[in-house]
């Protein structure tokens, strides 16, 4: 029994030490396919700055009215109702009379704020949840005219007309509406006499403006059709932005630091300096995907006109929701562009509906195709409102983009050909060692991207990634 307990040979955590073992190359978990860099065309900009010219654009899509809480009120500023064209040449003091006449109404889901062939009030602006504008169609049936969500708004051109409403205006969501008092608009109107006029002196403009511009708001062309020899040619021409949006190269940069000793001596099997470059470029372009999608000044989600900003009717993204993309985006669709589980939550509508997507391989990486278009994964788009564990509840969006400088798409902007360059626009040059033998080498990434025109990008919004359906079999389990 004694012999047993002696050791008979080196141990093997001893041995290893003397062994040579098979090794990877360091890893790194934050790293992703990345598709969006890989698919999007990139432009070089030799002189450093892009600059995007249009043709005019004469009438435009105001913004959303950006609605503040007071003591857990909602509110808006007076300057932001003279953002909707119709209240713009009105004086301060008006504005800021009339803004204080609104009034706030909580609805539920399903409840009525406006009744058709009922109720007069037309003007009102969302300023929590969603709300859907519907009508009845030729035929009896419920026909949804719009979908709008918080700071939008509805009707302001029906403001002073005393017929009963066309439409119906419902709660989708718990909501909460701001709407102008009844009795406070006629004491308003008694006591501001020119306003009427001059409300419909701005109405009359906007509709003659409107019959002048195609649905991108720019300038109808002068042309005329037929066989008649006597026709009088039309004369036009074509307008310019006076000031055309610019995008110039944005940098990400750091500096990469090796001690000499450690490059020189311990470069087997995988050499140092090479794979400290290597993750820090990874890292590099890890930021720049995130850059592209979510940079207040050109990312894809700041360059979506106000005009293709949609949102969910359920929160959970439908087929549905996904359609009422591409009728957005309709011209050449190159791609969606999703969090993985917006991606998922669409799926599981799509399975609930017994329409499963179909996949294909796009850069060697499985993704689902809708319509034949492909939603590529993306966690740059980011979920709000997830808990700290990344599976929570959570709202997100989901992006459609058509790319190609000939398409007037979304292109990526870039400059080749710099100096130390190791890659398209990115360099690594050293900047020289330290007196503790440590080297820094400095890796620099220039890139932007650029929205040619307005329907180039349309985003859905309020994109709810926690919504699981109970099905039937379930339930008999559970029974």
Known sequence: ??????????????????????????????????????????????????RVNRTKVELRKSERLPIQYLNGEPSFSAKSLKTIPLFSEFDDEIVNRLARSFETKELGIGQLFVQEGKDKQKFFIVANGQAEVISSGPHGEELRIALLGEGEYFGEADLLDDAESTVSVRAVTPSVFLGLKQNELEKFIKEVPDFRETFNKAVDKQLRLKATV??????????????????????????????????????????????????????????????????????????????????????????????????????????????????????????????PRAIAAFERECT??????????????????????????????????????????????????????KNQGVIGLH????????????????????????????????????????????VLENVEVGYYHDYQHRNKVEK
Do not use: C
């Open 1 to 50: 029994m004694a012999d047993s307990n002696l050791q008979r040979s080196v141990t093997t955590a001893t041995a290893r030490k003397l062994a040579t073992t098979t090794k990877t190359a360091p890893q790194m978990g934050s790293i992703t396919p990345r598709l969006l860099l890989k698919i999007l065309p990139w432009v070089q900009v030799s002189g450093g700055t892009f």
């Open 415 to 458: 400059q080749s050909g710099i100096p130390g360059e190791i890659a398209p626009s990115l360099s690594a040059r050293l900047m020289g060692l330290d007196k503790f033998g440590v080297a820094s080498y400095l890796l620099t990434k220039y890139f932007s991207l650029a929205a040619l025109t307005d329907d180039a990008i349309a």
């Open 214 to 339: 195609n649905d991108h708001g720019e300038k109808h062309i002068d042309l005329v059709s037929g066989h008649e020899e006597d026709n009088i040619i039309p004369e036009t021409y074509i307008d310019y932005e006076e000031n055309p949006t610019e995008y110039p190269l944005n940098t990400l940069q750091t500096v990469v630091r090796v001690h000499t000793r450690v490059s020189d001596l311990y470069n087997n099997p995988y050499n140092q300096l090479e794979e400290q470059l290597r993750l820090s470029i990874e890292s590099i372009k890890e930021r720049q995907e995130w850059e592209l999608i979510n940079n207040k000044q050109f990312g894809l989600l700041s360059s979506v006109n106000p005009a293709y900003r949609i949102t969910t009717r359920y929160g959970s993204p439908t087929p549905d929701d996904l359609d009422e993309l591409l009728s957005l985006v309709w011209k050449e669709p190159a791609f969606f562009i999703a969090h």
């Open 352 to 405: 609930w509906r017994g329409v499963p997507p179909v996949t294909t391989d796009l850069f060697g990486t499985r993704v689902i195709l809708w319509r034949g278009v492909p939603i590529i994964p993306s966690d740059k788009v980011e979920v709000e409102g997830q808990y700290l564990t990344g599976r929570g509840v959570g709202t997100t969006k989901i992006i459609l983009v058509r790319v190609g400088e």
